[in-house]
């Protein structure tokens, strides 16, 4: 197997992290996107049972939308932990930059699951016999918080990149 | 059928049930003798997947459960998750074409390749094909009144048995690698049709769920659709995990590990 294990440099990488930058950024974000899909069934279907299978309210494109989602994060989950094993192969892994996008993938899932899932397509509601809109505010400002930290992560590894980039012309 | 109720409850069946499992595992097995005195040894855990994967099958259609999917949903529901996802899964992951190709001699062997690379294979096996035969299937089955026909009839009960097994081992042949594949597809597209299909088996699920099948109590349906939706979450997890090492093993040797 090739692994590098060199090029180590006084800005902190250790190896091929900015070469693969972008697989850093996919891998975290698919699975961040397959994380909070899994806790979604996991809390609220199975342990809390707040959400619905199904409620009488649900439209057909909204069971349409919640299939192909749900299937694309269950691929996502699994796909993106294939993808962290090769980063880590290539010496390649940028655990700042997985993170942050990680935490984008979460918060967007998450933003749409509360506002088209839930609002626009009827497919369940976050629990039933109460009042709802306290549970919606949470639930898509949590979203919001979550995307807000992925971006700001994400900026901190652009300036990294930057100063890398300087280092290695110099 | 329902006569002899007793009997199947109390264990009955067994020697009919390990008759068929044994008449499935044996040809296998003697296949494996043959060829292990001409070729390397093969790996001993695709004899354990044969063996489970004709076990799956076998309690699909044979005993207590078989039984109980006349007239049960639920019961329905497991007979198509062991018969159209687990047993189809398991049997692919023992390579049967390999062992084929190499017990038969080359001659055989040569027009075998040949069949399998002909049109129509090359049809049926392509990922789409393979997906519409599958799920495309069980949209046609549950949502016109042909569940309930197949009750009715016992060879619309076979027939459709066996579509059920084959699609399933077409889908999942034509999406993992297990075994001799003459017409290859990039990963990102098999990927993507095994996505749209998983979704295509939740959005079944779901609508099933909603609209019970002809003749099915609802109660029956709601846990049965349950049942498929869950159930095949779990199997397809096992379909995208060997996707997803194969790519991992096949970008290994593709991309240089570092470039400078």
Same mark, same amino acid.
């Given at each position: 197997?090739?692994?590098?294990?060199?090029?180590?440099?006084?800005?902190?990488?250790?190896?091929?992290?900015?070469?693969?930058?972008?697989?850093?950024?996919?891998?975290?974000?698919?699975?961040?996107?397959?994380?909070?899909?899994?806790?979604?069934?996991?809390?609220?279907?199975?342990?809390?049972?707040?959400?619905?299978?199904y409620?009488?309210?649900?439209?057909?494109?909204?069971?349409?939308? =919640?299939?192909?989602?749900?299937?694309? #994060?269950?691929?996502?989950?699994?796909?993106? %932990? &294939?993808? *962290? +094993?090769?980063l /880590?192969?290539?010496?390649a892994l940028?655990?700042?930059?997985?993170?942050?996008?990680?935490?984008?993938?979460?918060?967007?899932?998450?933003?749409?699951?509360?506002?088209?899932?839930?609002?626009?397509?009827?497919?369940?509601?976050?629990?039933?016999?109460v009042?709802?809109?306290?549970? =919606?505010?949470?639930?898509?400002?949590? #979203?919001?918080?979550?995307?807000?930290?992925? %971006? &700001?992560? *994400? +900026?901190?590894? /652009?300036?990294?990149k930057?100063?890398?980039?300087?280092?290695?012309h110099? | 059928?329902?006569?002899?109720?007793?009997?199947?409850?109390?264990?009955?069946?067994?020697?009919?049930?390990?008759?068929?499992?044994?008449?499935?595992?044996?040809?296998?097995?003697?296949?494996?003798?043959?060829?292990?005195?001409?070729?390397?040894?093969?790996?001993?855990?695709?004899?354990?997947?044969?063996?489970?994967?004709?076990?799956?099958?076998?309690?699909?259609?044979?005993?207590?459960?078989?039984?109980?999917?006349?007239?049960?949903?639920?019961?329905?529901?497991?007979?198509?998750?062991?018969l159209?996802?687990?047993?189809?899964?398991?049997?692919?992951?023992?390579?049967?074409?390999?062992?084929?190709?190499?017990?038969?001699?080359?001659?055989?062997a040569?027009?075998?390749?040949?069949?399998?690379?002909?049109?129509?294979?090359?049809?049926?096996?392509?990922?789409?094909?393979?997906?519409?035969?599958?799920?495309?299937?069980?949209?046609?089955?549950?949502?016109?009144?042909?569940?309930?026909?197949?009750?009715?009839?016992?060879?619309?009960?076979?027939?459709?048995?066996?579509?059920?097994?084959?699609?399933?081992?077409?889908?999942?042949?034509?999406?993992?690698?297990?075994?001799?594949?003459?017409?290859?597809?990039?990963?990102?597209?098999?990927?993507?049709?095994?996505?749209?299909?998983?979704?295509?088996?939740?959005?079944?699920?779901?609508?099933?769920?909603?609209t019970?099948?002809?003749?099915?109590p609802?109660?029956?349906?709601?846990?049965?659709?349950?049942?498929?939706?869950?159930?095949?979450?779990?199997?397809?997890?096992?379909?995208?995990f060997?996707?997803?090492?194969?790519?991992?093993?096949?970008?290994?040797?593709?991309?240089?590990?570092?470039?400078?």
């Amino acid at each position: 197997m090739a692994v590098n294990r060199t090029n180590s440099t006084s800005n902190g990488f250790a190896g091929n992290q900015v070469l693969y930058s972008s697989r850093n950024f996919w891998s975290g974000l698919l699975f961040g996107i397959g994380l909070i899909a899994f806790m979604d069934e996991v809390f609220f279907h199975q342990l809390l049972q707040w959400h619905h299978f199904y409620d009488l309210a649900t439209t057909r494109t909204g069971i349409l939308s =919640d299939g192909l989602l749900n299937s694309f #994060a269950w691929f996502a989950a699994i796909f993106s %932990l &294939f993808m *962290l +094993s090769d980063l /880590r192969r290539r010496n390649a892994l940028w655990p700042v930059k997985w993170t942050g996008a990680a935490f984008l993938g979460a918060g967007s899932f998450q933003l749409f699951d509360g506002l088209i899932h839930h609002k626009v397509l009827n497919l369940h509601q976050i629990r039933y016999g109460v009042d709802i809109l306290p549970y =919606d505010l949470v639930w898509s400002i949590s #979203a919001a918080i979550f995307i807000a930290i992925g %971006l &700001f992560i *994400l +900026s901190q590894t /652009r300036i990294a990149k930057r100063k890398k980039a300087g280092n290695s012309h110099a | 059928m329902h006569d002899n109720h007793a009997l199947m409850d109390s264990g009955g069946f067994l020697p009919l049930f390990l008759l068929i499992a044994l008449l499935g595992i044996s040809p296998y097995l003697a296949a494996v003798y043959f060829s292990n005195q001409k070729y390397r040894n093969l790996p001993l855990q695709r004899i354990v997947f044969w063996s489970f994967g004709i076990i799956s099958a076998t309690a699909a259609l044979v005993g207590p459960l078989a039984e109980q999917a006349h007239v049960d949903f639920r019961m329905h529901m497991a007979v198509h998750l062991l018969l159209g996802m687990l047993a189809p899964l398991l049997i692919a992951m023992s390579c049967p074409m390999t062992l084929l190709l190499r017990t038969l001699n080359t001659s055989v062997a040569r027009r075998v390749t040949a069949v399998l690379k002909s049109p129509p294979f090359r049809l049926i096996s392509h990922p789409v094909t393979a997906a519409l035969l599958n799920i495309g299937g069980l949209y046609v089955l549950y949502l016109t009144s042909l569940y309930h026909l197949m009750h009715e009839s016992a060879f619309l009960y076979a027939v459709i048995h066996l579509h059920i097994f084959l699609a399933g081992y077409l889908f999942t042949v034509s999406i993992v690698y297990f075994d001799v594949t003459p017409h290859r597809f990039s990963f990102l597209y098999r990927s993507i049709v095994l996505i749209v299909a998983l979704a295509g088996h939740k959005i079944l699920a779901k609508t099933l769920y909603a609209t019970p099948p002809e003749g099915v109590p609802r109660t029956e349906a709601e846990a049965g659709s349950m049942l498929m939706y869950y159930g095949g979450d779990l199997i397809d997890a096992v379909l995208i995990f060997y996707l997803c090492w194969h790519w991992y093993k096949s970008t290994a040797k593709r991309e240089p590990s570092f470039i400078k």
